[in-house]
């Protein structure tokens, strides 16, 4: 699986704070043995975070998009909204499974605005912007990335996936 990531953050952009949910997220991606293609930081800015996004996107380089951050109440949090701009079709069942683990560590994952959805064939997931809240929601995720991948490619061992193995 190709994986790009997108660090959104102010702060980080203009070298006052080191990014380091971005560098933790390319750690356990590449644990998970999928492949890196891309990173990079951006200023909380909606226009250049949905251009990154539909750039990344269109290109047909990478199977999943991980954002990072501005996914919180702050007025210069426009994560979401960068990525609902770009999307095709949601995938709110990705947002709400982090959500809903997030909720069972802290009360504030109901503050968080993350969203998912599909642009082509790319998959576009918002994390929190904290290094630990970013690879604990990818964590969440990770058990259905490969199959999410494998039905947007059309391959058509994909709806083998729909159940899980039988328990003996």
């Avoid at 975070?49 to 949090?77: H, K, M, Y």
């Avoid at 959500?99 to 560590?105: C, E, G, N, V, Y």
């Avoid at 604990?136 to 490619?153: D, F, K, Q, Y």
């Amino acid at each position: 699986m190709r994986i790009a990531i997108l660090t959104v953050s102010d702060r980080s952009y203009r070298g006052e704070r080191a990014d380091k949910s971005g560098p933790a997220l390319v750690e356990a991606v590449l644990a998970q043995g999928w492949h890196v293609a891309a990173t990079q930081i951006l200023p909380d800015e909606q226009a250049q975070v949905s251009v990154q996004l539909a750039a990344w996107a269109d290109a047909g380089e990478v199977d999943v998009i991980l954002t990072n951050g501005g996914t919180g109440f702050s007025p210069r949090d426009v994560t979401p909204e960068a990525t609902a701009a770009v999307i095709e079709r949601p995938a709110p069942g990705l947002a709400e499974a982090m959500r809903l683990a997030s909720l069972q560590i802290t009360p504030h994952a109901m503050l968080s605005r993350a969203m998912a959805g599909i642009r082509g064939r790319t998959l576009i997931v918002n994390l929190p912007g904290s290094p630990r809240g970013a690879v604990e929601n990818l964590m969440v995720i990770t058990p259905v990335l490969a199959h999410a991948v494998a039905l947007l490619r059309d391959d058509p061992e994909a709806e083998a996936g729909h159940r899980a193995p039988a328990k003996s």
